[in-house]
């Protein structure tokens, strides 16, 4: 049977595009997606840098699709404010019209050093601040070599989950991505990401947090994703969405994306 959850399609621009190029390529981007309509249960997501949310998001407003693409952004502190110089609250990213926070992303982990810790902490930030954490997980290189992708991402679950309820969980996103899949062009196989997704991630939920968290937490794909591979990914059920990095900084593969992501008919 089909399942009903509606997959997201989200751009992590990472440190690219100024405020002028953010807001000229959605533009842009809005009017083919507009154009092309919008692909049977699919939500898109956008998140630049935080210079440019608010160019986004004014354009998104503009648009008439600001009811199926959402503005994201890539990173949280845990406090809501105070002298915590260079950071971003919570609450900052949800008046700019944040809807989403990326949280725990491999790079935030292996360059700034973010631990599960530090990661569980923002979720809940996120949630306070009335945000939709997308929570990232996926092993190194090293640890899939040495067997353990199993056992590094039921430890970030854990810790990233405790204290949340099921209704929390059931809500929230989570993305695997393998962290030698990203920016190498190496993307998993559709078959392992699906593996992963539903016989480790999916499990895990069950195993924390319950059936009903597990059946409808939505889970995405991240690590080389483009405008070729994805109807492999999107083939398969459990995999709902895709976390795309440099491919969605073009119009046209990002584009072909969201359209890969239409959910058929059960
Ligand atoms: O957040 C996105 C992921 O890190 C994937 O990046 P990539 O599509 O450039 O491999």
């Given amino acids: 049977m089909a399942t009903h959850r509606t997959r997201l399609m989200a751009g992590n621009w990472k440190m690219n595009k100024v405020p002028s190029e953010a807001r000229a390529f959605t533009r842009q ?3 083919r997606l507009e154009a092309a309509g919008r ?22 407003v503009a648009s008439g699709a600001g009811d199926w693409v959402q503005l994201g952004a890539q990173n949280l502190y845990f406090e809501t404010h105070g002298a915590f ?12 019209g944040c809807r989403y926070v990326i949280v725990g992303h491999s790079e935030r982990r292996h360059l700034f050093g973010e631990s599960d810790e530090t990661v ?15 929570l990232c997980v996926g092993e190194t290189i090293d640890q899939r070599r040495q067997g353990q992708t199993e056992a590094v991402i039921r430890r970030q679950l854990e810790v990233a989950l405790e204290g949340l309820d099921e209704a929390a ?19 998993a196989t559709p078959e392992e990401a699906h593996r992963v997704i539903q016989q480790v991630i999916r499990q895990r939920v069950r195993e924390l947090t319950g059936q009903a968290a597990a059946e409808r937490v939505r889970i995405q794909y991240g690590g080389s994703v483009n405008a070729t591979n994805i109807a492999d990914f999107m083939a398969l059920d459990g995999i709902d969405g ?6 969605s900084l073009k119009v ?6 969201v359209a890969a992501g239409r959910r058929k008919a059960a």
């Fill in 169 to 187: 969980v059931a809500g929230m996103v989570i993305a695997y991505e393998p962290v030698w899949a990203i920016g190498t062009g190496e993307n």
């Fill in 29 to 31: 981007l809005l009017g």
């Fill in 85 to 96: 110089t260079g950071e971003v609250a919570g609450p900052m990213l949800a008046d700019a």
């Fill in 242 to 247: 895709a976390l795309v990095g440099g491919a």
């Fill in 120 to 134: 569980a902490r923002k979720v809940k930030a996120a949630f306070s601040a009335g945000l939709v954490p997308i």
């Fill in 39 to 60: 692909p049977e249960g699919v939500e898109v997501l956008l998140c630049p840098p935080f210079p440019a949310l608010t160019a986004v998001h004014e354009e998104i």
């Fill in 252 to 257: 046209d593969s990002f584009t072909a994306i």
